[in-house]
Structure formats: C-alpha cells, structure tokens
Nanobody, 119 residues
Framework: QVQLVESGGGLVQAGGSLRLSCAASRSSFVLTSMGWYRQAPGKQRELVASITSGGVTNYADSVKGRFIITRDNAKNTVYLQMNSLKPEDIAVYYC?????????????WGQGTQVTVSS
C-alpha cells in the first residue's frame, strides 16, 4: 500500500501560479512513476503530468510550457509547478503513484485538491 498526501491547491487569478505537492508513504525509488491527474466537472479524469523513477517526464499538450513536474526522492515527494494558469485548468487534481511488477500494475491515488482559477 502507498498513501499519498496532497497539498497546495487553492484559488488564483488567471495568469497566476500554484504549486502542488504530494508526499508518498513509500520510497519514490520503489515506485515506477508518480504523477498528477485532474478531473473537471462533467469530464473524465485526465493525465496532466508524470515523472518516472528515472526522471523521464510526460505532459499533456494543454499544459506543456506552463506546468513543470519534479520529484524529490529524498522526501518521497512529487511537485507540480503550475504557471500561467487559465480558467480551463479548473479541476480537482489527484496525485497518482504507480507501481509496476511483472504480474500487474498498482495505481494509488491521493484524496484530491481543488484548483480554481478566476478570470
């Protein structure tokens, strides 16, 4: 089991910045990847950004150039720096930790943190 504790959401004006944090209860070296997903009202949950244990990153096209995902392995924490926020970024953001084994893949989720952008 992996517990994930998120923080950093809130209300910001369009063009502003927020930083989300997600602390994992297990060493991030063990986890295959960590990342952030978001779910806006009436929409499906979508990948925002992810980072592998080796540091390879992946971003949704809609956030490329604006969001940066990093991880601090010493703190078992992943961060999402969100810049130039837009109203279309409004959603609940969920931290994800993925553990892949030979037999199966396990996905763990945080409780979610609300991000609201005022226009």
């Amino acid at each position: 089991q992996v517990q994930l504790v998120e923080s950093g959401g809130g209300l910001v004006q369009a063009g502003g910045s927020l930083r989300l944090s997600c602390a994992a209860s297990r060493s991030s070296f063990v986890l295959t990847s960590m990342g952030w997903y978001r779910q806006a009202p009436g929409k499906q949950r979508e990948l925002v950004a992810s980072i592998t244990s080796g540091g390879v990153t992946n971003y949704a096209d809609s956030v490329k150039g604006r969001f940066i995902i990093t991880r601090d392995n010493a703190k078992n924490t992943v961060y999402l720096q969100m810049n130039s926020l837009k109203p279309e970024d409004i959603a609940v953001y969920y931290c994800n930790a993925r553990l892949s084994t030979i037999l199966r893949t396990y996905d763990y989720w945080g409780q979610g943190t609300q991000v609201t952008v005022s226009s």
